[in-house]
């Protein structure tokens, strides 16, 4: 559930992430980032946002409505000496949290958020305008896990790549229980 297709006028979402910690007493504290073009997107980040939760079925058990509370431009890195950054490109995040309380249930819960459409500058999607995006987390059933945080990546990745020089990226991420992570790459849907 990476991808979503949707019919709109949006060009605006680069990317995003979302993950949770366990507060203990069921309450858990949802974080999710979306990251916008600036430039190029035309609507606002969504106020609210809503998170779908569903249960191992498949079925929605809870719509959670978050108030935007604003977002930040993010600083342009450049890590390359002789790179000179292009002045059309613009990155803006916000962060989404809330706590919510979900007793435990067979099979544990899927979060998800959803919003089309992805930045219209992208080259390497077909009808790009028609693609949205889908992020989503998964809260283990509390037999398997009890009071498990889930893993949130330690870098962001760079705005800028730049053709024929090479992209070294620590693309890890950290688990605040201690949990062994592990990785895998695969195509996305």
Known sequence: MLLLSLRGFATHIVGGEIYYDCLGGNNYRITFKVYRDCINGIPPFDD????????????LVQNVLVNFTGSIVLPLTITNPCFTPPTNVCVEETVYETVINLPPIPGGYHLSYQRCCRNSTILNIINVQDIGATYTCYIPDSIAAACNSS???NNFPPIYLCAGVPLDFDHSATDLDGDS???????PF
């Open 48 to 59: 609210p946002a809503s998170i779908g939760v569903f249960n191992s079925s498949g079925i």
């Open 151 to 153: 893993p949130r990546y």
């Open 181 to 187: 992570l592990a990785y895998k790459l695969c195509d």
